[in-house]
């Protein structure tokens, strides 16, 4: 296979490491096959040429789901994968995955009450669901679920899945890869895939400093998500590769619509489905819509259309009108489907297709469709098999039960480590300790440290952030800006105003440049 980025000179780049896997893209996935992978005894890197969950796995619903609405499409595998998985993540991670419960309102619009019992009979039974709990019949005149709504719901269902924080997932996944092993590069780009015998030479350019090297490796992994088509077509010289769907979602963040800590799964007169969640405390998050994409991801934004479509939706709803004047953030990405030929976005398929190029003793590359944040551990193992095929086993699967960073407590322990920290760090604020634990869970006090105070904390950039924890995330958590800071790392900017996360910035770019000096 071909070669290089058109105007880059090969010779010039410093060959610096060989390798067993090598994996493009630092989204779910690609840090997941790279954690699964190197736990195995293989020795791995990783390059994306932005921040770590910059792309997809930051666009998500923010859900740990079985995905009801595929049972109406027949994709039983998936969906009971992703009902088993959902405890088995749980349990990994329980600081950033928590229970959550979904209220589905009934209404004469509705499929009919006794098909939904059977497909919430089937999601509660399919997929061995031990700790959540199952689903009831909901009175909406009389439970507090149903004070938020119009008059009219007067009956729905209410059953379980989870919520988790995206970015903090392939953050965690990244941060525990690194640690056993992983060379994790962000800001940077593969330039050019060549396959010579058994090996890929894979050139790189760090997208801050321009500078080039390659890496060869037995296996190259190909995780970039949207641009999963883009690094066949451009890297790897296959220009007619057309494998992606790109499927825009969108979703808007509001203030929050009521106290309770249920979620809504609402369904629009165009059969498509759409949740509220309860979002970061103070939010009510919406969304999400469906619609092909044929920009680049890269460009994807709200459009006025989305807007307007999730403002009327929810306002059938809730009793409270909601306008895009109630909008306080928005976000848009898109999905890369694998391309089934589904004739509408909402029904094509979300299960993942590996592809492989290579056979005997050549490199092998495993080019990843689809998936979803659900099954991405599933996902992982699946590729590592290939991998197995091609190099030799190595190691046991091993990830089902082992816990990501901060995770090491039980799933009913929440509570206890909030108070915990709030009686070991006393200066700390009830909301400020529930953001960490939900953060860092046990790795918290790794910056905490001995502080007695918090001024002992740094520099304050609002709310509740301060140096000690932004010069955390800089030395573990490859945070380069305030937008990492804010937006992938946290959601504090959400609260932060423009003032501060400029403030943040320039701290950030002073801190870099003593340390560049220092080198």
Request: aromatic share 10%; proline share 4%.
């Amino acid at each position: 296979m071909a070669a290089t980025d058109a105007g880059a000179d090969p010779a010039a780049a410093q060959k610096d490491m060989d390798l067993d896997v090598f994996v493009i893209g630092g989204g779910v996935n690609g840090c997941g096959i790279a954690r699964d992978a190197v736990g195995r005894g293989y020795s791995v890197g990783l390059a994306e040429m932005n921040d770590l969950a910059s792309g997809t796995s930051s666009w998500s619903t923010k859900l740990i789901h079985g995905g009801l609405r595929y049972l109406e499409h027949y994709e039983f595998r998936l969906v009971r994968e992703a009902l088993i998985e959902r405890e088995v993540l749980w349990a990994n991670a329980p600081h950033i995955i928590w229970p959550l419960r979904f209220v589905l309102p009934h209404h004469k619009g509705l499929r009919p009450a006794w098909l939904l019992r059977l497909g919430l009979f089937l999601y509660d039974n399919l997929g061995g669901r031990k700790h959540l709990p199952p689903t009831r019949v909901v009175d909406l005149s009389t439970d507090d679920v149903g004070k938020p709504l119009k008059p009219e719901f007067t009956k729905g269902f209410e059953y379980s899945d989870c919520a988790v924080d995206d970015t903090r997932l392939v953050v965690l996944t990244a941060r525990d890869a690194a640690d056993r092993g992983v060379d994790i590069r962000t800001r940077t780009e593969v330039t050019g895939l060549e396959r010579t015998g058994d090996r890929w030479t894979v050139t790189l350019r760090d997208t801050v400093t321009g500078a080039r090297s390659t890496v060869t490796a037995r296996v190259v992994v190909n995780a970039a998500g949207p641009w999963v088509d883009t690094v066949l077509n451009r890297a790897a010289g296959k220009n007619d590769t057309h494998n992606v769907r790109l499927v825009q979602g969108s979703h808007i963040v509001v203030p929050k619509l009521y106290d309770h800590d249920r979620c809504y799964i609402f369904q629009n007169a165009d059969d498509r489905i759409f949740f509220a969640i309860p979002y970061q405390r103070d939010y009510t998050l919406i969304g999400t819509t469906d619609r092909d994409w044929k920009d680049d991801p890269a460009k994807v934004t709200i459009s006025d259309e989305e807007i307007a479509y999730l403002c009327a939706g929810a306002s059938d709803y809730f009793e409270q009108d909601i306008s895009p004047d109630d909008i306080v953030w928005t976000y848009s990405g898109v999905r890369p489907l694998y391309d089934d030929g589904a004739s509408e976005a909402q029904v094509a398929t979300r299960d993942y297709v590996l592809r492989t190029d290579g056979k005997g003793k050549e490199g092998l590359l495993i080019n990843i469709f689809g998936g979803k944040i659900t099954t991405y551990r599933k996902l992982a193992e699946a590729v590592v098999e290939k991998i197995e095929d091609a190099l030799g086993r190595r190691g046991e699967a091993w990830t089902h039960g082992a816990t990501l960073p901060g995770g090491d407590f039980p799933i009913g322990g929440f509570s206890d480590l909030v108070v915990d920290l709030m009686r070991d760090y006393p200066f700390l604020s009830e909301p400020h300790a529930y953001r960490l634990i939900r953060q860092y869970g046990t790795r918290a006090r790794h910056f905490l440290g001995d502080a007695t105070s918090l001024a002992d904390l740094g520099r304050h950039f609002g709310d509740t952030l301060y140096a000690a924890e932004v010069a955390y995330l800089i030395e573990h958590e490859w945070a380069l800006s305030a937008e990492d800071v804010l937006w992938r790392r946290s959601k504090l900017g959400l609260k932060i105003d423009d003032a501060s996360a400029k403030a943040l910035e320039d701290w950030i770019n002073a801190r870099t440049r003593r340390a560049e000096a220092a080198e």
